[in-house]
């Protein structure tokens, strides 16, 4: 075995990830040993509470004060599993200058704080991992920042969001409603500890930052991300998308245009042939197009405790494998060198152009649709598809449901507001963005 002593490890959060990074090192830790060139053994662990945690602790010395283990001179690699933004950036950022390579599972830290966090590597020398942070298992991040390292990268556009998608799975195949979809994925693990971050796109729009910065290179801007949940996607507007050859997907999208780059993450129709549009359940995959490679679709499980420490426990072996590296020659955390990041433009929402879905319900009288289409017509707003809906016998307004060909947001929104002015419609106008995903 290696000359080397093993490399000590201190986790900070021993709740599902952690648990799972301590099972999967415990039971994969000879291959992992023969991968890394070291032994890699956790000696130092905190946690809020100790008594529930289900980690396998043997062995290790154990506190509920994260600063003793980023304090620990024994200790080479912090791994931070706690999640939320303080006190995981102060102990973070105390790791790093305590000399220490860090590994985190944290979107929202990296999110918001990556490029203070990298500065501050840099300064110190040393790594910070967070394969983890994006499409759990999926090894999304090596995949783009080392594997596609080749290419002009157009575009990215992702399922991010398990519990999002578990839940839109369940309401298209099996019928179930949200809050009944919502509790079963919390049982299973998938859920943020605040739910809400998964349901309105806070989560898939954390980890969309940090695909758009290794992408295009450019800095971390979270407060860019233009962001809509799944919240008012209906069990109609699922089966009417279903209707029309679509699936409603929650999608993170990241794309480069002429003007600059647009990041959003909204729920979307996309084409029931794509293979997107089959990611079911919890299950995760991104789609990236480059301009040597095409496109490519990387497809996994994007939550739960194993897949997640599958990539914690990756870039952990990454570390021990640089430790003697020359910082210079490490892999760039947003994979260009840090002071060759681009200055592109996020561009505002109003200046993205998308096809669309709109839903609406309109009285059942004549008239009624020649207003809207006159709406659409002098916005310059032109129609795909139109499907009108027939209403229960006794209902005084029928469902009307279009797909409307690309415009710019801020043209659909003045059309939009127009006819939610209508007498005869029921505010509010039901609109989910439209993605081809084809080769542009
Ligand atoms: N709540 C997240 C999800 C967990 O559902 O995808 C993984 O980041």
């Given at each position: 075995m290696s000359a080397y002593p093993p490399v000590k490890i201190g986790i900070l959060g021993l709740g599902t990830v952690g648990g799972g990074v301590t099972r999967v090192l415990a039971r994969n830790a000879e291959e992992i040993s023969r991968r890394a060139g070291r032994e890699i053994a956790i000696t130092h662990a905190a946690a809020?509470?100790?008594?529930?945690?289900?980690?396998?602790?043997?062995g290790i010395k154990l506190t509920e004060e994260g600063l003793e283990v980023v304090n620990d001179?024994?200790?080479?690699i912090v791994v931070e599993?706690?999640?939320?933004c303080e006190p995981a950036r102060t102990f973070v950022l105390r790791a790093l200058a305590n000399g220490k390579h860090v590994v985190t599972a944290n979107k929202a830290l990296i999110a918001l704080h990556g490029n203070e966090i990298f500065a501050a590597a840099r300064a110190a020398g040393v790594m910070v991992g967070?394969?983890?942070?994006?499409?759990?298992?999926?090894?999304i991040i090596k995949a783009i920042r080392?594997?596609?390292?080749?290419n002009r990268l157009e575009w990215v556009a992702g399922i991010i969001n398990g519990t999002a998608n578990f839940i839109l799975t369940q309401m298209r195949?099996?019928?179930?409603d949200f809050p009944e979809a919502l509790a079963e994925a919390q049982k299973l693990g998938?859920?943020?500890?605040?739910p809400s971050f998964d349901i309105e796109g806070m989560d898939a729009a954390h980890k969309l930052t940090i695909l758009a910065s290794i992408t295009?290179?450019?800095?971390?801007?979270?407060?860019k991300v233009y962001i809509e949940g799944?919240?008012?996607?209906?069990h109609d507007d699922v089966a009417y998308a279903t209707k029309l050859g679509y699936r409603i997907k929650h999608l993170g999208i990241a794309r480069r245009d002429e003007n600059g780059v647009q990041l959003r993450v909204h729920p979307t129709l996309i084409p029931q042939r794509q293979l997107l549009a089959n990611v079911n359940g919890v299950m995760n995959a991104v789609l990236v197009k480059g301009d040597a490679v095409g496109q490519s679709l990387f497809y996994g499980a994007g939550a739960g405790a194993e897949p997640t420490a599958s990539a914690v426990v990756a870039d952990i072996i990454d570390v021990v494998r640089t430790l003697t590296a020359d910082p210079e020659n490490r892999v760039p955390h947003l994979a260009f060198q840090p002071d060759a990041l681009s200055d592109l433009p996020v561009l505002p929402i109003d200046e993205v152009e998308t096809a669309c879905y709109l839903r609406l319900l309109a009285q059942?009288?004549?008239g009624v649709l020649a207003d809207v289409t006159r709406i659409l017509a002098d916005c310059g707003i032109s129609i795909e598809a139109f499907v009108q809906k027939e209403a229960p016998p006794t209902a005084s307004e029928v469902p009307v449901v279009m797909l409307i060909n690309p415009v710019k947001e801020k043209r659909m929104n003045q059309a939009i507001a127009a006819i939610e002015k209508l007498a005869s419609i029921r505010a509010p106008v039901m609109r989910i963005r439209l993605e081809y995903l084809d080769s542009d």
């Open positions: 809020r509470n100790l008594d529930t945690t289900t980690a396998n602790t043997a001179p024994d200790v080479s599993l706690m999640g939320g967070f394969e983890a942070a994006v499409a759990g298992g999926i090894p080392e594997g596609l390292a080749g195949s099996k019928g179930r998938y859920a943020e500890a605040n295009f290179g450019i800095p971390l801007q979270f407060d799944i919240g008012r996607v209906t059942d009288r004549p």
